[in-house]
């Protein structure tokens, strides 16, 4: 059967159809990108993707929101959107449908995708989908963290976190200035406030004033694109800083979950590709005292699929109503 899969985030929400049978995902479209300021609601920016095909909209929706789910009214972190699920059915004029956390939707995405959808970063180059823990983090509008359990028989379990908020821990005095210039608008800081796209330009501003230059007026996205274009050498050393940020986190929630593989995927994901194999990120993923040799066992990858979110919205569909 055909269902409308839908991944909304803090900046985007994006659409497409997608076909699924026995509990997988044999196929998506082409998806449609939208602007979340542009629309008032998830039912108009739903009614605008309706507009954009020759034909009528499948009834059946399967919807990854940045935003933990349960309740009777979901707010999205990072996004003025309000859903209530209660009223999905007659908003959306759908006769089924499926509400799940983003990363619980990569996590689907991580358990049906091939391997040819994956890069590797670090540590063994082997299989990975053994029985046991998937540990899943992106950095995008904000930090999502997710669990795959994979059992024995092939069957397995995606477990939805809100790990992107666990209290950030400086590991030098460069984190620590980071942390104090963040503590003077945020009384918690959480490691998202640093490894999540805005994050960057903390970061850039705490470099900016360690080297007694005028922190001028900027938005994280100047920021990443200075770093990628290479242009500012202080953008650049805020982009590795953030790589290594990111290796010391991944290494943290990896120690937590216990994973036989970790999984790097969000927004900025393969934007950080080529950067994150030359970075500290691997030292930092490893660098966990007694537990070194632990660290260095485990398989580092990338997701590279250009929609996980969107497939895993639709494989979660798929995983609520197989036969």
């Excluded at 959306?92 to 449908?97: E, F, H, R, T």
């Excluded at 290594?244 to 927004?267: E, M, R």
Aim: hydrophobic share 40%; net charge neutral; aromatic share 6%.
């Amino acid at each position: 059967m055909e269902v409308v899969a839908v991944d909304i985030g803090g900046t985007h929400a994006r659409f497409a159809i997608a076909e699924v049978e026995n509990g997988r995902v044999v196929r998506l479209d082409q998806e449609v990108t939208q602007k979340t300021s542009d629309h008032a609601s998830l039912q108009l920016a739903w009614q605008a993707f309706g507009k954009t095909l020759d034909r009528p909209l499948p009834r059946a929706a399967a919807i990854a929101v940045a935003s933990p789910v349960g309740g009777e009214l979901i707010k999205l972190t990072n996004n003025p959107w309000i859903i209530r699920p209660a009223l999905v059915k007659e908003r959306l004029d759908v006769d089924s449908y499926v509400l799940i956390n983003d990363f619980g939707a990569i996590g689907h995405a991580v358990a049906q995708l091939g391997l040819d959808h994956f890069e590797h970063l670090c540590g063994p180059d082997e299989e990975w989908k053994k029985p046991g823990s998937i540990t899943i983090c992106g950095p995008g509008t904000g930090l999502g963290v997710a669990q795959v359990y994979c059992c024995k028989n092939g069957d397995y379990h995606v477990i939805e976190t809100e790990g992107g908020h666990m209290d950030f821990s400086p590991l030098d005095g460069l984190e620590d200035a980071i942390l104090k210039r963040l503590r003077r608008t945020f009384t918690r800081v959480s490691v998202e406030r640093i490894v999540a796209g805005p994050g960057i330009l903390a970061i850039y501003e705490t470099l900016a004033q360690i080297e007694g230059r005028a922190i001028t007026s900027l938005t994280d996205r100047q920021v990443w694109d200075m770093a990628f274009e290479g242009k500012d050498d202080l953008a650049i050393a805020a982009l590795d800083r953030f790589c290594l940020s990111l290796g010391a986190i991944a290494g943290d929630l990896a120690l937590t979950h216990g994973p036989k593989g970790v999984v790097i995927a969000g927004g900025l994901g393969q934007r950080l590709k080529g950067h994150l194999v030359k970075s500290g990120f691997e030292q930092r993923f490893v660098a966990k005292g007694r537990f070194q040799s632990l660290m260095k066992s485990i398989p580092v990858r990338l997701i590279t699929h250009p929609q996980p979110g969107l497939f895993g919205a639709a494989a979660a569909y798929a995983q609520e109503h197989k036969a």
